[in-house]
């Protein structure tokens, strides 16, 4: 996990702050709880809302999981002043969301300078026991001299 | 279109019902516009609360639309008294999720007695314009004998 | 078809020499049957050494057809002296690949300057009639300022 | 990978008989090296008929690699007189295919009744050096009852 090349020290700074300026993480209630070079874990309490016809966790909260996890693995590597794109992603939901939270794990397998590709695993917390609820594969693109941040907040 | 077997011609009730079900859809605002035979429409007013750090519709929104679409696009072709799983799903984004509405549309590609696969598009309305905001590609199981209705709602 | 910008009205004659470049479509037998701004069609008749355990065209030698077709069919919109790189690919096998021939078709659904989209349609035709057999969605990397042909043999 | 659960100990003579069953694993020189309960690994030595324009192993050859390696890993922890079915894949390439041999290595991510989900690495030999080349996610399907072998070959 620390075998990436690190271009921006700052980077858990960096991931945190995009993060929070997500306004669906905060609808849904998602916490950014680890970022290491090229990792990120997400987690996300149960709560009704988020919730489809059986009153599990909607497929869409799982992928919002698996997309922003592997996004800010990625991201985490980017040098400062580089924004993130994603391309595309492939998710199977392998279990029910049947529990009271949601854990996303990201590593990145393969960085490169333009194109990126992470995977995601989703776990489902059950009376406190992880099962493997969905597995994802995600291709990003970097976007240097972009940066994620608005042109109106960078005084 | 037409060119499906109807196994329940109370379809379009039945995946009204099971929409409306899912709390997460009204959390988000999408709204059911059209259901026919191995077709679904279903449409989402942008709100700030669905946005990412630039604005624009979270990629997990634009995802969550294509899952449902592509899912009830299927389940309209499927008997009474049987459910549907979302087995995977696989989403290009290939234009920012910017605009004052997402419309996805999806039709099944190949309808099987256990799997069906759907094809989904979901395009961004900007300044009333349509434009090509991502695509989809999606497997569905038919869980045959498995109500959609939780046992409690069922007198 | 025809609201692609063309960057090389050489396309037709790059595209094929690009293919016939390849050893492994000699191997199989494939051919080059059409190519159109954005569009590429490929056809490959049965033989015996194609095929799996059950005497059906073998999943791999499908996935070759669709990467290939949907690999020229956005190599066909790129100027001159750029390369294509297939970034990953995601295809659905609807049907068996029990058939005379295998036709693939594919078009490009979004084409950018870096990345662009293909969909790809493979029929398997038996006796004489075509059926879905498999689809895909692509992503391709255009490779500016790098030939598709190796140094030695420009003179 | 011994946490599987094993219905079939004659999974490595079934898997063995299966793969030797497939011409065209013959016609591209393709090798079964080892099978374990979940966990299948094929390697392919280079030869120019397996390559693309570059020189390099063609990307059809590599998913090819990634179809079989995927469905034989599940089709070990299958009863006898199952077959299994490849529903779809998606494959991420990461590096050129550029050695002197392939070795894809698959393991089970999610064994089903019906559904099944492999995950497959795809490696690349460069002097005797392993490199990702590739990474693929796939689903399959297992026929109950319905025998990998011909009817005609059965006795």
Redesign the interface.
């Known amino acids: 996990m620390s075998s990436f090349e690190i271009f921006d020290k700052n980077y858990k700074t960096r991931v945190s702050s ?1 993060f929070t ?4 993480m ?3 209630g998602a916490e950014l709880v680890d970022v290491q070079p090229g990792y990120c874990e997400i987690q996300l309490p149960y709560k ?8 599990y966790f ?4 799982i ?3 698996a ?2 996890c592997g ?1 800010y693995a990625a991201y985490s590597l980017l040098p400062e002043g580089t924004s993130i ?11 029910p969301g049947n529990g009271e939270r949601l854990i996303g794990r990201a590593k990145v ?2 960085p ?1 300078r ?2 990126m ?1 992470s ?1 995601t695993e989703i776990f489902v917390v059950s009376n406190g026991v992880e099962k ?1 609820c969905a ?1 994802s ?1 995600m ?1 990003l ?1 970097a976007m240097h001299g972009k940066s ?3 042109e109106s907040t960078k005084a």
Chains 1, 2, 3, 4 share one sequence.
């Open positions: 995009s300026r997500q306004p669906f905060d609808l849904i009704k809302e988020l919730s489809q016809q059986h009153g909607h497929g869409g909260v992928g919002t999981i997309d922003n996004g794109l994603t391309v595309e992603y492939k998710i199977n939901l392998v279990a397998i393969k490169g333009t194109l590709i995977s493997l597995t594969l291709t693109m994620d941040q608005p």
